[in-house]
């Protein structure tokens, strides 16, 4: 046995909690450095918080959590000890940016710890080397195979060789090879540096078998810690994964009692499934390739390969999901055709996810489906009440699927699969994540169904235990069936001990590339130079320089994004400054002259001769009069009386009725000033005709000047008040979406894990889209100087300085709402809001500020786009410079610090 | 008969789905009453509280008289600056209207040497400027003409017009505002509701049970189509009575069955928009940058905020294709001038019809979907 060690990782009584959930409760542990420890139970248990928690991604609830001496509640310890440490987190290539190439990756992560571009480009030749990711670096990490970005996630945390490497389940849907490649590596490394202390969760007995220490954990509390060798002797079983159910609860290994398979009977019948010569195509990547195989009826047939392999893919075009490039299969005889609806009752398929609805509960889940597959009501009712007891989900019928732990969730799947009886079942890794007692039930169950009800069961899995269940396997890689036939069969084909090596041995052909992973080239096996250690703490421009250089690179891959920063505000430029429109012209206008005089003609022709009036064909009476009006045919309507020109002619005044289409309100008003406007210049005529001089009468005169806009077009003043809301807009949604987006990947850890700090953080990922905000400033700028022809007059310098200083204000307003949402979608419409409303309403754009009540001009002087419409306004229309508008620019600078410290106070260095 | 069973069980599980989201009901209600509601009030008058400054060289009685005649709520208490400040001033922004009065000019205008009065109008506010023209010159008349009383003035013209509005004989802006907002609200929120109802089903992996399942692309669209539908013709409808009619007291001059016949109708088509999106965006991400990139367009263009014959003539026949054009026309026609079916029938038609297209596109794209 080892020596005892100081521990590098001392808990004490700490508990963590979500909402109602418990997902730790009252752990005391001390991990000894120096070794390899291991973290086993099945998925839920507490184990990816508790090394969030040791990581320092997650804030501590209660308790303390001691690493590397000192205690991680403290930020300064963390500063500290953060770049001691490398946490890797579940999920394949979580951390990893996938549109980056594998060399692109792993730069970030080395400027993020500092290291010298020398550095830097010896330890990625050698790490690359070492792990077979050379022939790849220039690769986007999005596209390697799942082993191949477990390993890349490796190279990325032995970057800065860490005195402690937390991996989370590092394994989890990786192909047996690569598995064992992956072990070999860290056993290679660990051989390099024996001082650096590991700590490894998995579900995997069989990996946790190797190594030096062990912490069982189920439900949230440490069920025993030892070696592999004390686990199974305290409980008297000879391999682990027996040890574990002997150290559950006594309710809960209730069913541990071996699994027994009858044999399968031919029945001689067609195929339940053949398929020849499948081929999927994704673009010009092959996903699945000639893939021939037939399952019998009633046989249980498996398999396995790693994820991305293509598994899924041929799973989805048998259940006429997926349409096939090449290749035809046959259910039953029938060729798969995804419009056969009867066929699809023949089918169950329970696909990788929890695919249910997690808002309803379990029996309306079952109903639900039940009723989909028009089962009669009586029948569905029994036929739901005894599956869901023979199914254990009679107890959980009122709960919302959602809710339920993952084994219960699974069972629910397979029990709306099985529901409306099939023929076929098709599985895609059913048993992914469950414990191994739940995923004992589960066989059974599908032992039942296969051989007491005849049910042809096609399955993918990454367990080997369950391989050997299964009547016959096949294993795919690449796209490729590399072989199939029983589990015995394989194994003495390739004459291997155990069906996992005899795997590793296929896929080792396949590849064909015989390298040794398993050692370091000896060149660099000496020990390396101490380490020097930075310092990590403070402000690093280098660091914040990676950042934007990493954002920028993965805004310049997305095309979608790229096209809605620039393309979007074009679009809307032209859409907002034309929708908005306040010129009234092109009216349409109709008469009812009961009178038919010269007269009375003479004034419906002013009328109509005018530019904003469009004659429409004459009224003949009133209702049509109303009619016309009603259906908005016309909006202005006169109405002549008879008797009109008579009148005139003996100076009665007589009276012209116009009536005003008022349901636009904003254009009536206007509208009505045009018509009176054509009615005073008629009655100056008739003057004039008289033989008066008009102006005689009048005893003083008007001087209307329109000043800045003197052709009074409101495109001279919305063109230049539009990029007011589009540079809010646009940068805000852009900045708020990229922040939450990493939430949501999960990046973010690479945030709370590393020495970066918060400004660094926010501001690194800000320069980008500052700067697409000016491309964006200029590319509006030429649109509405040239396309909507608004003359510019002012200082263009002036404007570009407002211009900068606006989108360094608008991106921080998305930092700053980026930390109040925490899903891409809440952050897209929370920005679009929060960033529309208040500009469209208070900034001046339609409605000035001086002329808003006195809460209102509030808001708007608290609103940056307010001092930006000003200057935006003033130098393209009003013609004025910076001498004029200085003071707006210092104002709008103010908001600067306002967000960005906000920002910085909201955003979390930790996970909560 | 089995299908459309099967249509209704599917959409209760999207009923069931739609409340039982706090975040999407909550938005749905947040929209329906807190946005239409400020949309209406917040947006003042057409000419509300203009500023107003006043150069006053004559400082006589009139020219005092004429600064006292300039008051709440059409315009705000005139400042009083020299003739060199109000360029800076009107630069800065501070004042619509200047109305500069030369010396001399009360006794000029006894003498009948016709005197001129400046008015400088800051005509970036285009849609105060035109209008506040016109007040201020018929409030320059008024008092002129008082203070002067010269009895040797004809006052009656030759023609007298007597101008009426129809439908808002008043001009209540609310009125237009509330309607306005409501239909605006009203495309977003569908648009949004259907379309992340399918991705969400995407994101989820519950498409594909779908698809596994013996249900058509046609089932599945329909049950999202009037589950949403429903919730938000339900949002619509206390709306229309408790926000626009209750606390905005706009009155609906046509039948109100018919308005929301008509609305179900364009839900109809506004939802064919959504699914159809839904189809086309990847990740909820790039869905919720779509519907920003159409609705935008489509409430702007939908003849409520400036109407069609003003949009240049490139731009008529594309947002002929948008149906909220055909429903803006439709709703205000009923709302505001009390028309019946005979005269909406064919903006009706011409909405069923768009809405059809639409879903037929998005029906032809569904499985294309999930193989991407």
Redesign the interface.
């Known amino acids: 046995m080892h020596p005892p060690k100081p521990p590098v990782i001392s808990l004490r009584g700490v508990s963590q909690r979500y909402k109602s959930v418990v997902a730790l409760d009252d752990i005391s542990l001390d991990i000894p450095a120096g070794i390899m420890a291991g973290l086993i139970g099945p998925d839920g248990v507490g184990k990816s918080t508790l090394l969030d928690l040791i990581s320092g991604a997650r804030a501590v609830q209660t308790g303390e959590v001691m690493v590397l001496d000192g205690n991680m509640a403290s930020t300064r310890h963390r500063g500290r000890a953060g770049p001691r440490i490398a946490y890797m987190p579940q999920g394949l290539g979580k951390n990893l940016y996938h549109t980056l190439s594998v060399r692109e990756n792993l730069t970030f992560f080395a400027q993020l710890f500092g290291l010298t571009p020398k550095e830097r480009e010896a330890r990625i030749a050698r790490l690359t080397q070492a792990t077979g990711l050379d022939p790849f670096l220039s690769r986007p990490a999005g596209k390697l195979s799942g082993g191949m970005k477990q390993k890349l996630g490796l190279c990325c945390s032995l970057l800065h060789d860490p005195d402690l490497l937390i991996l989370d389940e590092p394994t989890t849907g990786v192909d047996p090879l690569s598995r064992r490649q992956f072990w070999q590596l860290i056993a290679g490394i660990r051989a390099d540096r024996p001082a650096m202390s590991v700590l490894v969760s998995t579900a995997y007995m069989d990996e946790a078998q190797g190594f030096d220490w062990l912490v069982a954990m189920d439900a949230g509390r440490v069920l025993d810690t030892g070696t592999a060798q004390e686990l199974m002797a305290k409980t008297g079983t000879d391999d682990l994964e027996a040890a574990f159910v002997q150290l559950l609860p006594e309710e809960k290994r209730a069913n541990a009692r071996e699994l027994v398979i009858p044999p399968l009977e031919d029945s001689g019948d067609t195929p339940a499934i053949t398929a020849r010569h499948l081929t999927r195509r994704f673009g010009d990547f092959t996903a699945v390739k000639d893939v021939s195989f037939e399952i019998r009826r009633g046989e249980i047939f498996g398999f396995l390969g790693s994820n991305g392999c293509g598994k899924t893919t041929t799973m989805k075009m048998l259940t006429g999901l997926l349409p096939m490039s090449e290749g035809e299969a046959y259910l039953f005889g029938h060729p798969v055709d995804a419009s056969d609806i009867e066929m699809r009752k023949r089918v169950g398929f329970m696909s990788q996810a929890f695919s249910l609805y997690g808002e309803l509960t379990v029996e309306q889940n079952l109903t639900l489906h039940a009723r989909l597959f028009r089962l009669d009501p009586a029948a569905s009712r029994d036929r739901i009440a005894s599956l869901a007891d023979r199914f254990g989900l009679s107890p959980h019928m009122d709960s919302p699927s959602g809710d339920l732990p993952l084994g219960l969730r699974q069972r629910l799947s397979l029990a709306v699969a099985v529901l409306h009886e099939p023929e076929i079942l098709i599985l895609d890794e059913p048993t992914s994540g469950v414990d191994p007692v739940a995923r004992d039930d589960f066989w059974e169950l599908l032992v039942e169904l296969s051989r007491g009800e005849g049910v042809t069961i096609f399955i993918s899995t990454h367990f080997m235990n369950e391989a050997l269940r299964c009547d016959r396997i096949s294993l795919m890689h690449a796209g490729e069936v590399l072989v199939a036939d029983t589990p015995d069969g394989l194994v003495e084909k390739r004459g291997a001990e155990t069906l996992e090596e005899a795997f590793i041995g296929y896929i080792e052909d396949a590849i064909g590339d015989r390298r040794d992973t398993d050692v370091i080239p000896t060149q660099d096996r000496q020990p390396e130079s101490a380490p020097k250690r930075k310092r990590h703490r403070g402000f690093s421009m280098a660091r914040l320089l990676a950042y934007s250089m990493r954002e920028a690179m993965e805004v310049v891959r997305d095309p979608i994004r790229l096209a809605f920063a620039f393309v979007g505000s074009a679009l809307l430029l032209v859409v907002l400054s034309y929708g908005v429109s306040m010129d009234v012209e092109d009216l349409t206008m109709a008469a009812l002259d009961l009178d038919q005089t010269p007269a009375s003609r003479d004034y419906v022709a002013n009328l109509s001769g005018s530019r904003y009036f469009e004659e429409q064909p004459p009224l003949q009476s009133v209702e049509e009069l109303e009619k016309a009006l009603q259906k908005g045919e016309v909006t202005v309507a006169i109405e002549i009386p008879n008797g009109f020109g008579r009148d005139l002619r003996q100076g009665q005044s007589p009276e012209i009725s116009a009536w005003v289409d008022g349901a636009n309100t904003m254009r009536a008003g206007t509208i009505e000033g045009y018509v009176n406007a054509a009615h005073v210049e008629q009655v100056q005529k008739v003057i004039r005709d008289e033989g008066y001089d008009p102006e005689a009468f009048e005893t003083y005169a008007v001087e209307s000047r329109y000043r800045y806009n003197p052709t009074f077009e409101s495109i001279n003043a919305m063109g230049p008040a539009i990029p007011a809301i589009l540079l809010m807009m646009f940068p805000a949604i852009l900045m708020a979406v990229s922040v939450a987006r990493e939430k949501e990947i999960g990046t973010i850890t690479n945030f709370y894990v590393t020495p970066t700090t918060k400004i660094e953080f926010l501001v690194g990922k800000q320069l980008p889209y500052v700067v697409i905000g000016l491309v964006n400033f200029f590319l509006l700028l030429f649109l509405i100087t040239t396309l909507l022809g608004v003359t510019f007059k002012g200082s263009l310098l002036t404007m570009t300085l407002a211009a900068l200083v606006y989108v360094v204000v608008s991106t921080s307003y998305g930092l700053l709402i980026s930390t109040l949402t925490n899903s891409q979608v809440a952050a897209v419409f929370t920005a679009a809001l929060l960033s529309m409303m208040p500009t469209v309403q208070f900034s001046g754009m339609v409605q000035p500020i001086s002329t808003l009540t006195e809460g209102g001009q509030m808001i708007g002087n608290l609103w940056p786009a307010s001092y930006f419409v000003r200057i935006s306004v003033g130098t393209i229309t009003k013609g004025l410079g910076l001498e004029e508008l200085s003071a707006d620019v210092f104002w709008m600078m103010v908001f600067v610090p306002v967000f960005l410290g906000l920002a910085l106070m909201r955003l979390r260095k930790q996970e909560r | 008969m ?1 299908s459309l ?2 249509i209704f ?2 959409g ?2 999207e009923l ?2 739609v409340l ?2 706090p ?1 999407m009901s909550g ?1 749905i209600l947040f929209v329906f009453t807190v946005m239409v509601y400020s949309q209406a009030a ?3 008058e ?6 107003i400054v006043i150069v006053d060289e004559d400082n006589s009685p009139l020219s005092r008289e004429i600064s006292d005649a300039f008051y709440p709520p059409f315009f ?1 208490r005139p400042d009083h600056l020299g003739i060199d400040e109000i360029d ?1 001033a ?7 209207f200047a109305l500069v009065i030369p010396p001399r ?1 009360e006794a000029d ?1 006894r003498k ?1 040497l ?18 506040g ?2 007040y201020i ?1 018929s409030i ?1 008349a008024d008092e ?1 003409s008082r203070h ?1 009383a ?1 009895e040797d ?2 006052t ?14 008043n ?3 609310v ?2 505002s509330a309607m306005t907002g409501l239909l605006d609200f009203l495309s977003m929120v569908t648009i949004l509701l259907t379309g ?1 109802a399918l991705i969400r089903e995407r994101e ?3 498409i ?2 779908l ?6 692309a046609f089932e599945i669209a329909a049950a999202k189509i009037w589950a949403n539908g429903l919730v938000i013709i339900g949002a619509f409808t206390l709306s229309l009575n408790f926000v626009v009619k209750g606390f905005l007291n706009v009155p609906i001059a046509g039948s109100e069955a018919l308005l929301i016949a008509g609305t179900g109708l364009y839900l109809f088509a506004a939802a064919a928009i959504g699914i159809l999106l839904g189809t086309m965006a990847r ?7 779509m519907v ?2 159409i609705v ?2 489509m409430m ?2 939908s003849g409520g ?3 069609i ?4 003539a490139i ?1 008529q026949p594309v947002s002929w294709l948008l149906p909220s054009r055909h429903y803006m ?1 439709f709703a ?2 009923v709302a ?4 019946g079916i005979s ?1 909406v029938w064919p903006e009706l038609l011409t909405i069923f019809g768009l809405g059809a297209v639409f879903l037929t596109g998005s029906l032809a794209r569904f ?1 294309n979907t ?3």
């Not at chain 2, 009107?90 to 619509?96: A, I, N, P, S, V």
């Not at chain 2, 698809?211 to 058509?216: S, Y």
């Open positions: 089995k069973l099967r069980w599917l209760t599980k069931r789905a039982g989201d975040v938005l917040e947006i003042p057409n000419l509300n509280n203009a500023s705000q800076i009107m630069d800065r922004g501070e004042y619509l000019f205008l009948g016709k005197p001129e009065i400046q008015l400088n109008i800051d005509a970036t506010a285009v849609l105060q400027a035109g209008l023209d016109g010159q320059l002129i002067i010269r003035v004809q009656d013209l030759p023609i007298t017009l007597v101008l009426r509005r129809a439908f808002n004989e001009g209540t802006q009125w237009f992340a989820h992996g519950t594909e049970h698809l596994v399942m013996p249900l058509t990740t909820m991400a790039q869905f919720a940058l920003l990139m935008l367009p702007m263009l905020m400036s109407p014959e003003s949009q240049p731009v026309a205000q026609a505001f001038r009390g028309a005269t499985r999930i193989s991407s």
